[in-house]
DNA sequence: GCTACTTTGTGTCATAATCACGCAATTGAT
DNA sequence: ATCAATTGCGTGATTATGACACAAAGTAGC
């Protein structure tokens, strides 16, 4: 029995899509790289996987060494192929996306970026390599994502208010949704619990607070809003 | 720059879960091996990925020589990546499925394997690597797409009755779906077209004979079903 | 305290979609 | 002509959705 790696094969890459939702924008987190190709230039954070590695393996050593992340919610986006996406080489990337509430950690580049920011999704600086079709791939996957399942718990504090919940998915959507029907929608749906504590110092009525029902199982929750 | 291919990479392999719909039954395409590993074990059709080839290219030519197959529908279905996945070393697997009508095509084992089969998708053989694995994403990617994409198009015959789309629906989800209701939704959102004529030569009433309407965008269609 | 203003919480009503059926029409077999 | 099986059409109850009105709770200014 033969054994394949002896072969020259394609390098992989894992590539990351980060998102954080911030004072009422979705953010994507970039990197700015300090080496060649695209030096100097904005990307997504991203390393070649190793060879006995995972993809979240992968995953985790790329947060944790270029921004200081840990235990995100993770998923697999898509793979892409492009012979032409790098100019290194055939590099196949594995590409994921991670969803994390930037109030709840503290990002810092790590030593092999110039920098590391958070840009809105709609004023995203140009990309290299193929690194503008992933983020939109990944764009659309939570667009669909956010209609059946619990997103806003990655991306929220632990407990928030119904108007929060509410303008993340105005904003992920980019579309307006009744506040009152969202709100019986979800409410009916058992989708997030009442803590019975309301927030206080606010100028106008003190809004209830709320936590996400984690009880509440997989396609427990559907929002049914026909994009487009 | 530096270039990556001389590094030792992992192995990229496509492997693919064709899908086909014949006498009520859906069905999977399994390749019987002619070599190790698994050796006269059943195992999806793969291949490793050529060093310029793209993933639909490596698809088409595994589906050409392993089976006499061309121009199907193809998707993406997830790459796995468990590092034990394959006894011959590292082998990332870049899995897609695709969907075929079987009487519109002739299935030919080429010289590669011992034999080609279909084998219905509950009653599947022990199979080789992780394709169990693979093959269960596939079942669930299809239920999940049944639903808002015409899968019957590259399923079932040009034109076909209003059963026999119904008939696959239920087989595909694995429930009971009112023939009524589910006529009156497929009609109502213009998802296929009468063609006018009916179906001769059967012992009871003549069915009508539908297409698929081409013109229906993504997304125009979704059927309400709630899996479990 | 009273009023103005903003935000949050609740309800209502018309419309549309879904679900669970009944029943008639069409066909070949008897 | 009758029967059995299948197909096509319809109907009413229930539920979900969309578009609102309006009351309640809070702060600020007077």
């Known amino acids: ?45 991203g390393s070649f996987l190793q060879m006995e590695e995972t993809f979240r393996a992968a995953c985790s050593r790329i947060l944790q ?13 898509y793979s892409f192929d492009d012979p032409a996406r790098d100019p290194r080489g055939r590099v196949i990337s594995v590409a994921y996306y991670a969803l994390i509430n930037p109030h709840a950690f503290n990002v810092v580049a790590g030593k092999m970026a110039n ?53 993340l998915y105005e904003c992920v959507l980019g579309i307006d949704i009744d506040r009152r029907n969202f709100r019986r929608k979800i409410l009916d749906a058992g989708y997030i619990i009442n803590t019975g504590t309301k927030r206080a110092g606010l100028k106008n009525r003190h809004p209830e607070l709320y936590t996400f029902n984690k009880k509440l ?12």
Do not use: C
């Not at 396609?219 to 809003?225: A, K, P, Y």
């Open 1 to 45: 029995m033969k054994t394949f790696n002896s072969y020259k094969n394609p390098a992989i890459a894992v590539d990351l899509v980060v998102f954080g939702y911030h004072d009422k924008v979705l953010s994507a987190l970039l990197l700015n790289r300090n080496e060649e190709p695209f030096k100097d230039g904005w990307t997504l954070p």
């Open 65 to 77: 060494t270029k921004m200081g992340l840990s235990d995100l919610f993770l998923e697999q986006l």
């Open 115 to 167: 920098d590391v920011k958070w840009f809105p999704v709609n004023k995203l600086p140009r990309l290299g390599f193929d690194h503008k079709v992933i983020f939109k791939t990944a764009v659309e996957r939570l667009k669909a994502k956010i209609l059946y399942y619990p997103v806003g718990f990655e991306l929220l504090n632990d407990t928030f208010t119904m108007t929060e919940l509410h303008e």
């Open 217 to 228: 199982g997989e396609n427990q929750f559907q929002l049914h809003i026909q994009i487009e």
